[in-house]
């Protein structure tokens, strides 16, 4: 299968956009070899420049719960763009989009737009120090919540791949306030609340974890956080910029019953265009510009264009039966692998919440980034392209998460699932 095209535009890409990409972990340093150029997706489907079709578990890193290019939305954004992108004024379609997010997010009172998940937890943290007049942020190794300064601390996702304890650039005064603990470790974070009390301004998470591999939180942990956040006078942020709308329509804090007190969005509520999102209850909202004090900003945040993707994408997910069917398709994903790596005597950790998923090759369970790193990333790396020679396209990284969609239909999971049949039992054959 020759890729000779991909090639030749990942050569003319390297010579104008720093390592040829616009987010490091396109890239596939954490596989090796050279990244696929995608000139189309339809679907479950995604085509490479040299016209190969792969069936995709990326979609777009989460975005895509109606598979790629689904009518409806696509109609929505021509009728709109034939009306403009823009205005820079408001439009009724801000409202019907806070109103939709708010029906489906039981915790989310308020909320305000903005144009990328990076933006959406960066403001929701200058809110809590805002709100609680305190500075310190906590938040987890291997969690990922964009690049902001302040995060960009033992991050998850691109940082964790690239083996970068925190980023050059970032200087010490943005991150000294931040502190970061083991994920499902409640003794620790009591500690730190007794080592800095009344400093704490809030407690950041990814409720489950997308962004190093899948790591869902241990029994009671997510509850234990909120008693201690509430115990403490900080606020409890839930970052679901990847899980909302997707481990439930509710995102986490349904699925789990654990209701924070701020909540960042982004990927789905956008449907594939660039929109990030904060929202909580309204009391908090209200010290936001201009309401209250606490500035934030965006030329495009709410635009008219971005703002339809994401009301025709929730609109369709939320109907009837569309969620669940595609939860039972992803949960028949994974449970067929695990079984496949049990036969063929794999180690692996796989799960899944919704419809996001993910497997370490490891046979130590994964509950934090220590126990994720133990996975074998060599042995990663040779599975991804065994699948990608396969015509199956997954996260190019141990340390991501998987996702499906409403077009991941049983015969596209059972096409999945004849691939991995082959591909993991050939694992075996070499020591890892
Ligand atoms: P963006 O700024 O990329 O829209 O969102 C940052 C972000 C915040 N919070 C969570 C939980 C996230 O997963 C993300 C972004 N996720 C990565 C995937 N690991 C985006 C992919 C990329 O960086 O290219």
Redesign the pocket.
């Known amino acids: 299968m020759t890729r000779d095209r991909s090639k030749a535009l990942y050569t003319a890409a390297r010579k104008v956009i720093p390592g040829g990409v616009n987010?490091?972990?396109?890239a596939f340093r954490g596989v090796g070899g050279d990244p696929l150029f995608i000139q189309r997706g339809q679907g479950p489907y995604i085509w490479d420049a040299d016209g190969h079709r792969y069936i995709d578990y990326v979609m777009s890193?989460?975005p895509l719960v109606l598979g790629h290019a689904p009518e409806p939305v696509i109609e929505a954004i021509r009728e709109q763009a034939g009306r403009g992108t823009s205005y820079g004024a408001p439009t009724e379609l801000e409202t019907q989009l806070a109103e939709l997010v708010i029906s489906l997010v039981p915790s989310v009172e308020m909320v305000r737009f903005v144009n990328?998940?990076?933006?959406?937890?960066m403001s929701a943290l200058r809110l809590a120090r805002a709100y609680t007049n305190r500075s310190k942020i906590v938040k987890f190794a291997g969690?990922?919540?964009?690049?902001a300064d302040m995060l960009l601390v033992q991050a998850?996702?691109?940082v964790a791949t690239l083996g970068l304890p925190d980023s050059p650039g970032v200087p010490a005064g943005a991150v000294q306030d931040t502190l970061t603990l083991p994920f499902n470790d409640l003794p620790a974070v009591e500690q730190l609340f007794a080592q800095f009390p009344d400093q704490i301004a809030a407690i950041i998470l990814?409720p489950v974890?997308?962004?190093m591999g899948f790591v869902p939180p241990q029994p009671g942990y997510l509850q234990g956080l909120r008693d201690l956040t509430r115990k403490h006078g900080a606020l409890l942020i839930f970052?679901?910029?990847?899980?909302g709308f997707r481990v439930s329509l509710g995102g986490a804090q349904a699925r789990y019953g654990v209701m924070p007190d701020l909540t960042?969005l982004?990927?789905v509520i956008g449907g594939g265009l660039?929109v990030?999102a904060y929202g909580g209850r309204a009391e908090i909202m209200q010290t936001v510009a201009p309401s209250g004090p606490m500035y934030q900003a965006g030329t495009l945040s709410g635009n008219p264009l971005a703002m339809t993707a994401g009301l025709v994408t929730l609109r369709e997910w939320s109907k009837p039966g569309v969620f669940e069917r595609t939860e039972a398709a992803t949960q028949t994903l994974v449970s067929g692998i695990a079984d496949i790596a049990r036969h063929c005597g794999i180690p692996i950790q796989a799960g899944s919440a919704g419809t996001m998923f993910g497997y370490f090759f490891t046979s130590q369970p994964v509950t934090d980034y220590a126990s994720a790193r133990t996975s074998d990333t060599a042995r990663f790396a040779r599975h991804f392209h065994a699948l990608l020679d396969r015509r199956i396209y997954t996260?190019p990284s141990q340390?991501?998460?998987g996702f499906t969609s409403a077009a991941h239909t049983p015969d596209i999971i059972e096409q999945t699932l004849d691939a991995f049949r082959v591909t993991l039992p050939a694992l075996a054959a070499v020591p890892s």
């Open positions: 987010s490091p972990v396109r890193w989460g990328s998940g990076t933006e959406a937890t969690h990922y919540h964009g690049h998850g996702s691109g990814e974890v997308g962004n970052d679901e910029v990847m899980t960042t982004g990927k660039p990030g996260a340390f991501e998460a």
